[in-house]
Every structure is written in structure tokens, then in C-alpha cells.
Nanobody
Framework: VEFVESGGGLVQPGGSLRLSCSVR????????LAWYRQGPGMKRELVAN???????NYKESTKGRFTISRDNAKNTLYLQMNNLAPEDTAVYYC?????????WGQGTQVTVSS
């Protein structure tokens, strides 16, 4: 299984980005998928998750700003991020449930700074 993240970049506070995760080796609609992030000097944390049945959960600080979705035809997971803040600065990764033990992708860097 391979996860290829893209879409990160440098954005000013209040800006928006849409992250994409192209998934290879599994069908995204069949699995719990999630976005994680790891900020400078911090542990990796769960940002948002989407179950195979469509249930969604968000980290409290991202509610109302981030939206997780998937495109089954493209086998791709997305994270729309609006009203970004400096504390959102991190490398963002996607994954299925960690119990599968998949390797992490390379991630995509998001930097929020003026």
C-alpha cells in the first residue's frame, strides 16, 4: 500500500490549501482513512478521519475549518483547509488505520506564516 501526499505549501494566516492523497494498493472506499500531521518538535497527531461508511471526525481545533473527503473514482483522499493559522504548520500525512502497520508516505509540508 502506498500513500502519496501533495498540495502543501506556504500560505498566509487565514489562507486555504487543499491537500491530496493518492492511494495505491487498496480501494479507499473500503477503509477507514485519516489525515495526520507532525509539527516541529511535536508528536504526530490525528487531524481528521473518514470511515468506509462515511463517518467523519475532526481534531477539535480543526472543526469548522478543515474538511476531509474522498473521491472513489480517483482513489484519492482530500483535506480542504480553510482559515489556516500558524499552529497548523506541520508535515501532513495520510494513512489508513494504523493497526495495518503501513509505512508512512513522504508527507506534504504546510507552512502558515506571514
Amino acid at each position: 500500500v502506498e500513500f502519496v501526499e501533495s498540495g502543501g505549501g506556504l500560505v498566509q494566516p487565514g489562507g486555504s490549501l487543499r491537500l491530496s492523497c493518492s492511494v495505491r494498493g487498496i480501494t479507499v472506499s473500503n477503509y477507514f482513512l485519516a489525515w495526520y500531521r507532525q509539527g516541529p518538535g511535536m508528536k504526530r497527531e490525528l487531524v481528521a478521519n473518514l470511515s468506509s461508511g462515511g463517518l467523519i471526525n475532526y481534531k477539535e481545533s480543526t472543526k469548522g475549518r478543515f474538511t476531509i473527503s474522498r473521491d472513489n473514482a480517483k482513489n484519492t483522499l482530500y483535506l480542504q483547509m480553510n482559515n489556516l493559522a500558524p499552529e497548523d504548520t506541520a508535515v501532513y500525512y495520510c494513512s489508513r488505520a494504523r493497526s495495518y502497520g503501513d509505512s508512512w508516505g513522504q508527507g506534504t509540508q504546510v507552512t502558515v506564516s506571514s
